[in-house]
């Protein structure tokens, strides 16, 4: 529930009505109101900034999950849940969705040519649970992506099936199938 909010906007807007406070309340003479307004107000607002600075939006859905492939969540691998829940909540002091994990498959060769999780979707393949990373790859070519098709399957793990296919556009997607 936290990750779906703003932690940035939550900070800024607190930290505006509170240093707000402190300013009226020091133009009405009020001495305690106006401590505690920019004691705690302009912290609040100073943090909110930096939150705001380093903030990296979630990624949304291409298209809204079925009721069946919510259902379908039950038989999710603990990599897929994790996969899911990390990319769609606020991130905070990183550059990208999933920059690690790219990097440790070999398909972030810079910061520059990164591939950048776009869009996510759930789905069932064959009753299966299947969760679909897209990615926009004008960098990395999907003969790059391909050739890391075993990687990737054992680095997300037992259970897990990857199958890689081009949404055109320099776009790849990338399935996560619950075995």
Known sequence: MVGSISLGTLGLIVGLLLTG??????????????????FYGVPLLLGGLALKAAELKPVPYREAPTPAAIAGRAQATATQTQIRRDVTRYRYGQEAHLDSTLASLGLSPSNVERPVLVAIAETLTDGAYTLILEFDSPAVPLEVWQA??????TFFGPNIRVTITAQGNDRVAVALIRD
Do not use: D, P, S
């Not at 009226?24 to 401590?35: E, H």
């Open 21 to 38: 406070v402190g300013v009226a309340a020091y133009a009405a003479g009020n001495a305690t109101l106006n401590l505690a307004g920019f």
């Open 148 to 153: 890391k098709q075993a990687k990737m399957q």
